[in-house]
Structure formats: C-alpha cells, structure tokens
C-alpha cells in the first residue's frame, strides 16, 4: 500500500501582497499622469498631452502650442462682425494675434424667452481663407465662457483657437454648429470675415 504524504499547503499571502503592490503603483502613475502628463521617472519617463505637444517649452514654435500663450505683445483689431439667426445675435468684437496664435473676443445675445447654450468643446469650429480649420483651445486661462446664455442676456467670453494660424492667411471664419435650448435656431450660427491681425 502506497504511502499518501500530506498535500502542502500554498501561501498565498506573498502573491496577494505582490497585487496589492502592483495596484498601488499602477495607481500612482495613473494620478501622477493626470496631474503632470508624465509617466514614469528619470530617463524611463514618457510624456503625453499638452506637455508632450508643446516639447515641454514656454515658446511654442513649430513644436506646439506653449503651456499658454499669454497675448502680452499681441497685435488686436477691435470692431463688430456680426450674424443674427432667430433671436441669437453672435458678434466677434476683438481678435488679437501673437506669434500665429489667435484668439477671439466673442459675445452671444440672447434675444428669446428660454435660455440657450452655446458649448465650446465639441461645438466651435473656426477655419480661414487657406482652408485650416480650428477648433476652440483648452487653456487654464480664465476665458469667461459660459456656454449657458438665459433669456434675454448677452455672455460675453475669450476662444483661444488650438493651432496657430498661417501667416497667409488674412480672415476667420466663427462658428457654433449648434445653439441648443428651446426654440433656439437651427443648424448652428457663423460669423464670416473676421479679419487676423497682421
């Protein structure tokens, strides 16, 4: 008769302090990602986002756009280059340039009885007379758009277009592809002929 030896038994206490650490390392570059687009450390770090876009630089260049670009010697054109559709009136009353960047002073009167909305993200569009197109710039910059306009009131707020334009190109074209709300007028509003500083 064949002698039977105990089964050992396996700790599994090691391989679930092992998880326990990868986890928690994981987590860490994930939070460390989010707050400064950078994983990992030393020469063993890659970088994403707008830190990766702009070579990690305050200047720009060809490299991409700089943490923010601050429009301190920007040149400007003030005026009013305006449409009306409905009761929603989009006015482009300021767009300045500095180093190619472009931003635009915009101001959205609602004239209805119900309050409509005008996002940014998802919504802007902007091109210019050598067919670029734009959309709106994710900035820390305080831009004052709030896309939510109520009734009868005017917001008035800053759009900072995501690449530089080229220097041959003379005007903008402003768009919202959709004003939503209640009775708000369809198929967007566009604003055509702005001019870029030069």
Known sequence: MATRYPRRRTDHRWWTGLAVFLGLVF?????QGLTVHK???GPLSIEFGEKAKSGGGTNGGGNGAPADV????????????????????????QVEQQDD????????????????????????VASDDTDTAYSARITSMNTGWTPDVPAGQTLRGVIVL???????????TVSFTHVLGFGAPSG??????VPVPR
């Open 27 to 31: 987590v860490a570059l994930v939070i």
């Open 39 to 41: 994983i990992g450390f």
């Open 70 to 93: 601050l429009f301190d010697q920007a040149k400007t054109i003030t005026g009013s280059w305006k449409t009306t559709k409905g009761k929603v009136t989009l006015e482009v009353v």
């Open 101 to 124: 960047w472009v931003r635009v002073t915009a101001r959205v009167r609602n004239g209805g009885g119900n309050a409509v909305n005008l996002p940014l993200f998802g919504n802007f």
């Open 162 to 172: 995501d690449k530089q334009v080229p220097p041959s190109a003379k005007a903008l």
């Open 188 to 193: 967007g509003i566009t604003v055509s002929g």
